[in-house]
Each structure stands twice: as structure tokens, then as C-alpha cells.
């Protein structure tokens, strides 16, 4: 038959983002390029894949078929290259993670520089989003992986724990707070307080942990994103809770441990339920279950 990896991996990629043009942008190649991998792909198997419309593109019944084999072929075809160690240093291509930012700063680095030493000709492309993204990313197809702490109830998305992320109160190092070895929620109301805002994926997370907590602190300044937040504390506006992981690894902030009740948030690897994974975004997702078996060894 007349059709060759490129092709395959047009078509793949074409099923799974639903749109051409999509799939030209995450193939970095031209919308034209990929309809030519396509068409030549139903041209030597001799069948319609896709039903092509004006506003959508959606697989045929032989298409629907037809995906999980050449998902298969690929995923074995990667698998065995890279298995090949001379080989593995020179494969190509890319992985593509969506993760909370504050994973990026704690454990994020030393993954990639593995990874980059294992496959040094393979890119890494991180998108650092909220959390609500990143699930959005990883259903979509986007981003072969997600960092996250939300997406275990989902249907469609498999979640893996790496972690767990406690909230802290940060404060800055002059502050009266300061040199608390704990401190309750009901006691923050007495201090200025600058709170994450309404809609976010950690304040849904505090506000359920707080729901029956009769004196709850006020905040004065509100802000949707957690490094916004650090950077108010640091200017000495007022305290703030963030996870641990998003405490900056300067000396300008203290982190105290909060009870009554304690709250914190799991971090894990989150990806599409039912689909393997490609070679090269499974050794990236092996990496990480390895430091987290460092971690609780």
C-alpha cells in the first residue's frame, strides 16, 4: 500500500483534534500539507475516513475502526524505537504537558533535564494554564499529559497521584505571624487578608474545605491567580493561603502551617482514559511516577 508513517500520523492526529487546521498547527505543518497525508491515506486503503463538512470533520464508521489500529501501529512502532538506545538519541518529535504553575518551579525542572538527557532531539512544550486548562487541554487532545489537582471525577480522564500540596499561609518575614509554628483560619481574621478570587480551582478547593468554619477571614484584595497573590504578600500588603509548592524559594516570605481544619490539594498526572499514550509522552510519565516513588521511599 502507497501511504507511510507521515501519513498515518496525519490522519491520527486529524481524528483526535477534530479539525485540519488543528491538526496542521500541532503537526506544525500546513493545512493543505496534512489534507494531501489524508487523502492519500484513503486513497491506498481505498475508503472515506472523515465526513468533511463546512463546519466540522468527523471519522466514518471505517474511521472509527480503523483509529484504534493505527493508534496501535504507532504506539508499538515508537515503543521499539525507542527501546533501540543508538536510535533513541536521534528520534525526533515532541511532548506536550499542561500543568499548574506552581508545578513547574518544584519538581518540573529535574524531569525534563531526564528526560532531555534520555531524548535529547525530543522537545518538551509546557503549558502552563489553570487548572480548569488543563483538563480542557489534556480532553481535548492538546497536551499529551496534564499536571494537575483536579479531573478524578471525570469520566473520560485518568488521574494518577503524585503528591500531596498543603495549604500554607504566606507571610511576610517581619510580620506577627511570622514566627507562629501553626495558626487556625478563625485567627487570620484578624489580620489584612488577600484572598485567590471566585472561580479559580484552589479557592473552589479552600471555600469546600471551609464551608462549616464559623469565622472564616475577610480578605480586602482579591486576585485570580496564586503568583499574583505571592507577590502582594511579599509587598507587605497583607497575608494570603497558597499551596506550598507555589512558596517562592526566597527569604522574603515564611510559610505557617494552618489546622482547623488543614487543607491541601493532590497533584497528579491526569490523561485521556482508554488511549495509550506515545512512547516518547510515556517516558515523560514514567519520570514522574519515579520521583514520586523517590519521594515516598
Not at 500541532?26 to 486503503?45: N, P, W
Not at 482514559?273 to 510519565?285: I, K, N, Q, S, Y
Request: aromatic share 6%.
Amino acid at each position: 500500500m502507497n501511504f507511510d508513517l507521515a501519513d498515518l500520523r496525519g490522519f491520527l492526529a486529524v481524528a483526535d483534534l477534530g479539525s485540519f487546521r488543528a491538526a496542521a498547527e500541532s503537526l506544525h505543518l500546513s493545512q493543505s500539507a496534512v489534507s494531501r497525508r489524508v487523502d492519500k491515506l484513503e486513497e491506498a486503503l481505498g475508503v472515506d475516513l472523515f465526513v468533511r463538512t463546512t463546519r466540522r470533520v468527523e471519522l466514518t464508521t471505517i474511521g472509527r475502526t480503523f483509529v484504534h489500529k493505527a493508534r496501535a501501529v504507532m504506539h508499538e512502532l515508537e515503543n521499539a524505537l525507542l527501546g533501540i538506545s543508538d536510535f533513541a538519541e536521534r528520534i525526533s518529535g515532541e511532548v506536550t504537558v499542561a500543568c499548574v504553575p506552581s508545578a513547574v518551579g518544584y519538581f518540573l525542572p529535574s524531569v525534563i533535564r531526564e528526560f532531555h538527557r534520555l531524548h535529547p532531539r525530543i522537545r518538551v512544550r509546557l503549558i502552563d494554564e489553570s487548572s480548569a486548562d488543563i483538563l480542557l487541554a489534556v480532553a481535548n487532545s492538546e497536551a499529551d499529559l496534564g499536571l494537575t489537582y483536579i479531573g478524578t471525577q471525570e469520566p473520560d480522564i485518568e488521574f494518577e497521584p503524585l503528591l500531596d500540596d498543603p495549604f500554607v499561609l504566606a507571610c511576610p518575614l517581619d510580620h506577627a505571624l511570622a514566627r507562629r509554628r501553626r495558626i487556625t483560619w478563625a485567627e487570620l481574621a484578624h489580620h489584612d487578608y488577600v484572598s485567590l478570587a471566585l472561580g479559580s480551582g484552589n479557592r473552589f478547593l479552600l471555600d469546600q474545605a471551609l464551608a462549616h468554619v464559623e469565622h472564616k477571614p475577610e480578605w480586602f484584595c482579591e486576585v485570580r491567580h496564586v503568583p499574583a497573590l505571592v507577590s502582594l504578600v511579599e509587598a507587605g500588603l497583607g497575608v494570603g493561603v497558597v499551596p506550598r509548592l507555589a512558596m517562592p524559594p526566597r527569604a522574603r516570605l515564611v510559610s505557617v502551617p494552618l489546622e482547623g481544619p488543614t487543607v491541601s490539594r493532590t497533584i497528579g498526572i491526569i490523561r485521556r482514559r482508554g488511549r495509550p499514550l506515545r512512547a516518547a509522552p510515556d517516558v515523560f510519565r514514567q519520570i514522574l511516577l519515579a520521583l514520586r516513588a523517590r519521594a515516598n521511599g
